[in-house]
């Protein structure tokens, strides 16, 4: 290898593959190397050496990294990358299930801000180590851990010792999990137990896949019998399976299955030494050039061997975070979906571990071709109570527009393919799967010990798609209903009796999904078309260029690309065109693009066809032949009904010729096959719907085709030149059509045009102006790829209209200043935005209307980011490249707008200043961002902000907000011009003492220039730090409670002061005994210098109020005498009213002169420099 003549060889090899494994920075300075390194000079040799050991020294972390991730099993397997393995393992098998975990995390998810999610990620971290630790002392091989749930491996040893290991091991996690039995939370009081079941067996151990992507998959009767033994187990208990139980009778002490723990300190903490899972480093000093390429060669062959394993997402972000070398947390809307395939093991254990392999590796790369296709990640492979799992998910690491139907078309698409595979093997009885798919807000992350970590998915999501897997039966595909109402325009599906579901009240409303739902169409208009009078002046004119006139007798057509952001109401508008048209007695084909449709050829436009045949999902495919026979009759293209029937995946004529109704046949398949050959078998696939009888006129022109005589079976390349001329025969179709009479076409959502559909559509706009057709397509950007096109791009909406748009969501007659502006500030001109802010508002309470008047009227209250929103957002963000994206994190944190020099201090030491730079400018042409001075940006849309800063986990945002206060300290340490951006940012940090100082000196600095609502939020931050210094708290209630009493809410004040004197304020005590307003309270408090004179004119006041005149008034008189400073004036006033003897007055109007001098006294301020200490 260290032969000169190599390099160029060796170097051009290995450079390709180092690019997934190293940092951009650091790949770059690889390409810099001159290609032939022999060539270099003397000179430049150790520095090229050097340049290799660098990628090293970033390899062999991540190796070490790639291990913690994997079971012991997988290490010493020591994997091929692309090799698949497969084999039949003996043991012993731990299954440990949490009870309790499904309560916690209810109660953690519903905290909000991502706090539970953190506090949860912590639990499962303290878990995760308490359960570890014993594992490995007792030998144990940790296959799986999710948070709920573990699966431990001891490989068979003889005279049954890994029962007995496995059966120690099972008692000493019971008695590390004892402390979580009840703990405290600053939520409450949460309880997390554990049962076990231990059973020995035989278990299929297979590794499929590619040199990019692979995994483990251990199952079988073993972890069969260990699950089910589990299920007889309660808390704290564990129980044996029967092979386990016949050799573990001799050594434990059991009742039946179960196990009694009467070992004491005879279990002990271990049995073997504690296995570091180290592997040997690189020795990387002084080597040279030849010697550096061979390190380099067997730390990247190291890494290469494990990271197939890792998705490729999770992969770039260990990577990328090279400082760390960790998945950072975070909240995410993500679809899950849980696949439940069951049979496999079958095939290893009754015919050979080879087979099961073969199934196994067909079977994986498919779903991963379907998955990867579907913008989805394969998180997870692990054993199920029966088969196993494969947890794919949708929107993380990536987000997606169109993330739920990713998901259910990749169920479809898995189901399709498994029967394929049953057919491919002639597998009897068949592999089976069933799904569950739901959506939600998930938190991603790791959790982790010293030797083992495992990446994480959870939230109620999560468990609510598994438990609808475990509903399903055998073929199904169950959504819950808030995934359904999001699919339902997409697909088809079957309604099933209600459920009930661990952890949710009441009974869940599930669908089964069978297929994609054909022929789209565009719903009237629910509510008036607002502000497009341009738009629609413009298309009004080109349809009536369809028609003749009697000066113009041809008929003129043109193509319009309706463009911009999602939401901004470009269906809508279509809705009116379609409207105008059919007024104008004009055809209208609508073709939908759907985001799982990019892989299928021709989609929308077949989607079109069935429009314009007016079929659905209750017609049977025979039925729909005849329809499409007898419609392509009418336009003499009978020799294009064969084309047209294969696309839209209809039974061939001869095919029902044997059938004693004509409704018989397969449906039409749901998905585009992958190859040919399974376009082939597709066609036997799935069961008919009930068949419905055809009409007279349909019946005889079936029985006319019946008689035709049966054409041979079709060969690979009939159906291959079937596929290239369909999209003529489309063209002639429309062609014909508009021969006939004008027509409108209208395609949606051309982002997601397939690849056949694009020429398809280029070829028709080529001759759009020699055809009577009016062409509209949408899409989110104008585009300069298509020709003969004229742009209509569709501005943002202005607020007048955003508030007439709210008023219709809401049903208000008019929206009080407060919520309007809300409203309009956050939706940035999107009347998609606005709804959805609507129902936000509305399902949070936070809006009240006024049934009198009409009016809705904001409680002040905040609702969360709506998922739909997030998901939309965080689409875009994830569009960036990984760097740019952390710096768009960064300054997320630092708020709406922030300060280019802030960032670059954010961003240290993990981005250098170029790397920023780029960024920003970046993220500019991409409209994120908009530079308002050169040292300054603020995000162009404020959801966009708040979408990626919800996105991030708790502890990271608390430490990037105690980073950046700390910065602006440090840059001022006397000024108090950012006080209150200083205070904000250590609230939302964990620096509790500086953020408690920081934050009570802002509410009073707030207070003093009538910024009340600010104080008080400033206060309420303040006394929500549980560690806070008391005397802050107490300053902080007492702040509160002031700042009520300046907005002359007296009673809910003194109501405040109360708890502001629980926790120490003597100051307090007497502001709520002079708001409180009764006699015997002000004889009996002890009231401080400032607040005495306050205290006897309150005491005169109510004296005169009881008609004690005189005495009132020589108690004012005694007051004034002693009294200093501001109250003076306000009882020279009402020791004048007394001698006059006027009418005193309200006691308010005492509290009023005393909130406006009394609680307004500027408070002194607090030096900057505190803050270091």
Known sequence: MSQPQNYPLIWSALLPRLARFLPANLFNGLRALPPDLAQADDDQQPAIAAELLKAVRALDPLHRVLIQYMPRYLLERNPEPGRPHGELLAGSFIFADVTGFTALTELLARQGQGRGHEAMNQIMNSLFSAVLDPLIASGGDLLVFVGDAALVYFPQKARGEDVLQATRAALRMERAITPFASFETEFGRCSLTMSAGVERGLVYAGIAGDSRRMELLISGPGIFGATAAEKEAEPGQVRLGE???????????????????????????????????????????????????????????????????????????????????????????????FVNLVGLERLATEHSPELATRVFQRFFMRAQEIVNQHEGVISQVDAWSEGFILVNTFGTPRAHEGTTSYAVSAALQLSRALDQINREFQLDPPLSQC?????????????????????????????????????????????????????????????????????????????????????????????????????????????????????????????????????????????????????????????????????????????????????????DPGLQRVRLAEALDSLGLTASEKVLANLLGLPAMDSLKDSSSPAVGPPAPTMPPPSLLSLLSAKTQASPPTPQPAPSSLQNLLQSRLVEPRRPEKSMWTWLEERVSGPHAL?????????????????EDIDWLDHDSTVLLHTLLRQITRLPILLAFTGREASAAFSHVTPLPLDKLPPSVLVEVAQRTLGAG?????????????????????????????????????????????????????????????????????????????????????????????????????????????????????????????????????????????????????????????????????????????????????????????????????????AAEYYAGVLGLAHAPLTERAAAAEGRADVLALQGDYQAAAVAYSQAVELGSVEARGKQAILTGQLEGLVQTEFTPMLRGWAEGARAWLLAQQGQSEAAAKLAQAALTAAEGTVRPALETLLQTLKTREPIGLYEEWLAQFAQTALSQPVPPVSLNLAKT
């Open 435 to 619: 799904s569950g798919i739901t959506y939600g807000l998930i938190f991603t992350g790791e959790i982790g010990a010293k030797y083992r970590r495992e990446s994480v998915i959870a939230g109620p999501a999560v468990n609510r798609a598994a438990r609808l897997m475990s509903k399903a039966q055998p073929g199904q595909i169950i959504l819950d209903f808030d995934i359904w109402a999001k699919a339902q325009s997409a697909f088809v599906g079957d309604p099933l009796p209600p459920v009930t579901l661990k952890g949710i009240d009441g009974p869940v409303v599930i669908v089964n999904v069978r297929e994609i739902r054909r022929g789209t169409r565009l719903q009237p208009l629910a509510r008036p078309l607002l502000n497009r009078e341009a738009e629609t002046s413009q298309l009004a004119q080109a349809l009536d260029n369809l028609l003749p006139a009697s000066t113009t007798p041809a008929k003129k057509g043109s193509a319009w690309l309706v463009s911009g952001e999602t939401g901004l109401g470009k269906t809508t508008l279509m809705s009116h065109l379609a409207e105008m048209a059919r007024q104008r007695g004009l055809t209208v084909l609508v073709g939908g693009c759907q985001p799982h449709g990019k892989h299928i050829p021709l989609l929308p436009w077949t989607d079109m066809l069935t429009g314009w045949l007016d079929l659905d999902e209750h017609h």
């Open 814 to 1014: 008019k929206l009080d200043e407060a919520l309007a502006q809300w409203i309009c500030g956050r939706a940035g001109g999107n009347p998609l935005y606005v709804v959805e802010l609507c129902e936000a508002l509305r399902q949070a309470d936070a809006v009240l209307l006024d049934r009198q008047s009409g009016e809705a009227r904001w409680t002040g209250r905040f609702p969360a980011l709506p998922l739909s929103l997030h998901g939309l957002l965080l689409a875009r963000l994830d569009e960036l490249p990984l760097p740019h994206q952390e710096v768009l994190k960064r300054a997320a944190v630092l708020g709406q707008v922030f300060e280019v020099d802030s960032l670059m201090k954010l961003c240290r030491p993990n981005l250098s200043e170029v790397e920023v730079g780029a960024a920003l400018e970046a993220a500019s042409q991409a409209s994120f961002l908009n530079a308002v001075q050169a040292t300054r940006y603020q995000f162009n849309h404020p959801l966009l902000q708040e979408a990626i800063y919800t996105t991030l986990g708790f502890s990271q945002r608390q430490r990037w907000h105690t980073k950046i206060a700390d910065g602006l300290v440090e840059s001022q340490p006397e000024a108090e011009q950012n006080l209150e951006l200083i205070a904000y940012h250590y609230i939302q940090g964990a620096a509790s003492e500086k953020a408690a100082r920081f934050g009570r000196r802002a509410g009073d600095k707030a207070r003093e220039r009538g910024a009340y609502a600010g």
């Open 731 to 747: 063209l002639e179709w429309l062609k014909k059509l508009a021969g006939r009479e004008p027509v409108v076409v209208i395609l």
């Open 243 to 337: 092979q386990a139980r016949a050799i573990a009778a001799a050594h434990f002490t059991l009742n039946g299955s179960l196990v009694i723990d009467d070992w004491g300190d005879a279990l002990g903490d271990y049995e073997i030494s504690l296995p570091t899972r180290r592997s040997g480093g690189s020795t990387v000093l002084g080597l040279t050039v030849a010697e550096a390429l061979e390190t380099l060669e067997i730390t990247l062959q190291r890494v290469e061997r494990l990271a197939p394993f890792l998705p490729e997402d999770m992969l770039a972000r260990l990577v990328n975070t090279e400082r760390q070398r960790g998945l950072p947390p975070e909240l995410r809307p993500v679809a899950v979906q």
